[in-house]
């Protein structure tokens, strides 16, 4: 592929440099300050305009003139150089504000070195005829497999991607390139943590951006991450560390810090008010319970995932939330029972920060209240501004809420969810917020019914309640009995109706829907009503509510998705002439069904039937065109439609044979069976019968005989066993086809302590996955000799297993997964001379979240473009965007 140069990445780094060459800018006065010759600066200046000038033209020119290539790259290197250097000039001064040490840069040394890069500089921009090409490749991508360049001396931006085996030779080349200013992962989370710990521990001192995401394996952030000091990005997320060093408290130019779901991560450094260029703070999913002090120092801080509001003088209180004034987008606001009155919530500011557009405003604690005005005095003064677009409030402990909730002055706000607000016994007047399209009610105890002064406040009387509203979610509503004054006008643009878990709920739905497509009535089993007219709906889901049925007695020819329970629809279904329905469920029908009295609709492309225990038949009078079916009842002799795609049987207690088809079924490619306690065969004919099967899976089916030869067809490529003692137990007369994947899960504590035994493996199979194989003792190498394909080995949660007889794992293994198998691990961290020869030839080796041991491979290097680059992540822009380069070098990724 033809190889861009310059473009956009010189563009932005010249725009950075020319902005920081102003006589205003920081850095020129520290220099005055050291006594520098600013003649050098009144030349570079001119310099980088002058090479700016025709960086246009070479970029249309370097096509077809491969010297204006080079001389591209040339320019490009000695921009680096000086992007470095003014960093340096830069984080020295802010080292100062901190502390009265120093970096300590030589005046003489630093003026030679920027003396050589104006010279350099003005000689490309004089001479652009220069001749000769090298490898010159700013962007590397790492990839297994293969082979390729190897890291240039001018690279700046290195990615990997599905990197599962890093080399030696990587890491010693990292060790070379000190001028890295990018290391982006993606994928990594097979990478040993030892890589990344090497990483960091290199002198990468000009490194700008470095991601670890999803890095299962690091646990841990080595105190060397403090002299990467130049670093603008750093990305943690999903890692399992579980604490952070001060010394990355240091890294004063940093401006993103990602520590999404670090599951143990329980706490950020005391000194984090020290990132003053701190954008970007997420740790969404993480185990923080409280802020430290001082982080209202933050003030360029724009993007801040959760504010846990903590108890004094501990933690950081409401008041240093009310300090950052450039907060944007979305943030939850936690633990608010920590605030004492309406007086101290006011410290937080939120009607100023008129730039949050989605805020969750949370209590934590169920603790019992003693005054419900303190609480809403609390929530009165949490008020946001009135561009507000997305609203939660989840455990409010109060008993009303303040008049600002429900305002008309909100027309921004999109979203409404009100959570278990237990103490509350009246809803809110929501029906005059003009721009609201989706509201969601959930957990509200104490409300026993809702009235008119939901639908709209006193000063309201013209308008229309919900008239914007397109979504509605009423949940887990305990004390509910009626809605009131339903036979208001409202909701004309409602199409999404769900109520759930409402026991005591006797009265009507609403009248007038109108623009109704879906409504979903489930477990409200005192509920007696009609449900009201809908000619556009399309999807109707009426269970645990027997009482709730058409008011024509007749189907919607609108209707496309249908699941009911009880027998109160089934008439519904006898009288209606439905031809358009795609997906059917049936569930709890106590009655005896006879499909073609209830004229299954042809058009089914999904079928469910759940605990209909007199299920009579169904068989080839109702041939459909279904790609799914999913059967659960307690005897059904079963004749399948050819052209059935996936098929899902559970708890069909009398089923002993699964297919009684006269027919091969041409579409099926899976099978699910669970439950089935006498289901002794899968077919008489699989071969015939199932010609393109693809995956089984068998699970609870004790009866099911050890695959005699026929069981299985030949197609069959993927089989997943669980809690099948028979079959397992006589896994010696298994009689299987060239399937590739093998995965069984048992947790009887008898059945099997050494596996496998004799050659009933086949040898196509390249993944095999053990998982709580309760009875496991031994794994016999001896009989995985012959699987001269396989490639993964996982063992998981077999606790009982110790040993390994034979001579070693097939040599064709790649990877050795062994995961909370206490003994066997114990075993090969300790490199038992028992255990680990049989295993130590195996490429990667991971003993739970960790690798243990891994090999060099070979991997295949990218290098990538401006030409490919993509959009980068929104956050980013918004947040470091006085650090052009790192956008430009996170797109390469996924190009090949």
Known sequence: MAELVGGAILQAVFGVLLERLTPDAEFLNFIRGMKLDKNLLHRLKPTLNAARAVLNDAELKQFKDPAVKEWLYDLKDAVYEVQDLIDDISTQTQVCDFSSASLKVNDRDMRIKLEAITDRLELIVKHKDILGLKTNNFFFRLEKEGEGNKIGSRTRQLSYINLNFPSSDDVESLKREKALRTILGFDSQWIPGSIGNTIMQLDLKYLRVLSFHNFKSLKTIPDSIGEFIHLHYLDLSQTSIVRLPDSLCKLYNLQTLKLHYCNNLEMLPNDMHDLVNLRYLGFFGTRVKEMPRGMSKLKNLQFLSEFIVGKEPEAANIGELGEMQNLMNGIKISKLENIKNGKEACKGRMMEKQDIR????????????????????????????????????????????????????????????????????????????????????RGFDGVVSIGVEFFKGDDCASVIPFSSLECLEIEDMSAWEEWHSIEIEAFPKLRWLHIFRCPKLTGSLPIQLVSLVGLTVSECPLLCCFIPRCPKIQALGISGSENVVLQEQVLPPSLRHLKISGNGMLEAMAHSEVVHIKELGLWDCCNAISFPVVRMPQSVTRLSIGNCKEVESLKQECEMSQKEASVTSSFLPIEMSPILDYLYIAECHNLISVLVSDTPLQNLRS???????????????????????????????????????????????ELRIGNCKKVLAHHTEWHLPSITSLTIRDFNPDTVKCFPEGCSLPPTLTTLKLDSVTSLETLNCEGLQHLTSLQELR??????????????????????????????????????????????????????????????????YYVVTDKYIKVFPSEVVLYCSSYELMILCMFLLHTK
């Open 358 to 441: 989605r805020l969750r405003l949370s209590w934590s604690s169920g603790d019992c209240i003693n005054d419900s005005r303190t609480e809403k005095d609390i929530l009165d003064n949490l008020q946001p501004h009135w561009g507000l677009e997305g609203l939660t409030i989840e455990g409010y402990r109060g008993t009303i809420f303040p008049n600002w909730l429900g305002s008309r002055s909100y027309n921004n706000m999109t979203l409404l969810r009100l959570e278990k607000c237990e103490n509350c016994w009246m809803l809110p007047s929501l029906g005059q917020l003009p721009a609201l399209r989706k509201l969601c009610i």
């Open 671 to 717: 099978i699910s069976i669970y439950s089935c306690k006498n289901l002794k065969w899968l077919s008489n004919e699989s071969e015939y019968l199932l010609p393109t099967l693809k995956v089984l899976s068998i699970h609870s089916c004790p009866e099911v005989e050890p695959f005699p030869e026929g069981f299985l067809p030949s197609s069959l490529r």
């Open 795 to 860: 063992i998981d949660r077999c606790r009982k297993l110790k040993k390994m007889e034979g001579e070693k794992l097939p040599t064709s293994l790649r990877k050795l997964i062994i995961d909370r198998c206490d003994l066997l691990e114990q075993r090969c961290r300790n490199k038992d001379q028992e255990i680990w020869p049989k295993i130590s030839h195996t490429p990667a080796i991971r003993l739970s979240d960790e690798w243990f041991s891994f090999h060099p491979t070979t991997h295949r």
